[in-house]
């Protein structure tokens, strides 16, 4: 068997223009022998051994495709793309709140935090990176089932027999809240992104829900992140607080009906 520090001597014999057979002693008297470049030499290979072992993209274009994921996320290996926030375990996976890493976080900021086609529509084709979180089906380590929300990072998450629910609660930085259904079956989501009162933001994605302004009171008696209500307590990374699933379930279904 060849082992690794061999076929690395055989990489660089090659890149020098030497066979594997070549000895490198003195030759004939009159002759002049070149030596191997070695340093160098070496730290192409090195190169060379790093590019191909790099990882794979975490998903392919075309679940990217469909799961409107664009394709500078897509492309980054899972290591890059995946910070995960929390995670609950069902039996489709382990459904995952993340975030973008921070390295990519840091590397976009050459571009003001912009990943994505620049010329693109935010957020179909570019996003921030700083805001944008998504939920994640993933299953012995890759990823299922994507489900991107740019501006709109997912808090909280609770899965029932038949549905997941998540979504944002809207603080100063991204002050509109969303409400998100996906049924366990078909892995379709239902989005609805509540307005805040003021400085709320204008593009989301176009597959969303927007909720008519007011909608604020009737949000805050659903999700109860400020007061003591009873209700469902739901796993979150911002803190503990509960939620009312029938009144979830109403302004999810009422808002996406109407439009």
């Given at each position: 068997m060849v082992t690794k520090r061999a076929l690395l001597l055989i990489l660089v014999l090659l890149a020098a223009g030497c066979s594997p057979g070549d000895s490198g002693a003195a030759g004939s008297p009159g002759t002049t022998v070149s030596?191997?470049?070695t340093t160098t030499t070496t730290l192409a290979v090195t190169t060379t051994l790093e590019a191909v072992a790099e990882a794979p993209p975490s998903q392919s274009i075309e679940d990217a495709l469909r799961d409107g994921v664009i394709p500078e996320i897509a492309e980054l290996p899972f290591n890059r793309r995946v910070r995960t926030e929390l995670e609950e375990t069902s039996d489709e996976g382990v459904w995952m709140l993340t975030g973008l890493s921070r390295a990519v976080?840091?590397?976009?900021?050459?571009?003001?935090c912009g990943l994505g086609d620049p010329l693109?529509?935010?957020?179909?084709?570019?996003?921030?990176?700083?805001?944008?979180?998504?939920?994640?089906?993933?299953?012995?380590?890759?990823?299922?089932?994507?489900y991107p929300m740019p501006g709109a990072?997912?808090?909280w998450i609770?899965?029932?027999d038949d549905s997941v629910y998540t979504g944002h609660i809207g603080d100063g930085g991204l002050?509109?809240?969303?409400?998100?259904?996906?049924?366990?079956?078909?892995?379709?989501?239902?989005?609805?992104?509540i307005p805040a009162p003021f400085d709320g933001g204008t593009e989301w994605l176009p597959t969303w829900h927007i909720a008519p302004a007011g909608y604020s009171d009737t949000y805050d008696d659903a999700v109860h992140v400020n007061s003591n209500a009873p209700g469902t307590p739901v796993s979150s990374w911002i803190g503990d607080f509960t939620v009312d699933l029938d009144a979830i379930d109403q302004i999810i279904t009422t808002i996406s009906a109407a439009q």
């Open positions: 030596t191997v470049p976080e840091d590397e976009s900021m050459e571009n003001g693109g529509v935010y957020p179909v084709d570019i996003v921030c990176t700083l805001e944008y979180g998504e939920l994640l089906l993933v299953d012995e380590g890759k990823i299922s089932k994507a990072p997912p808090s609770h899965v029932t002050p509109d809240s969303t409400l998100v259904r996906i049924d366990r079956d078909t892995l379709e989501a239902t989005v609805v992104v």
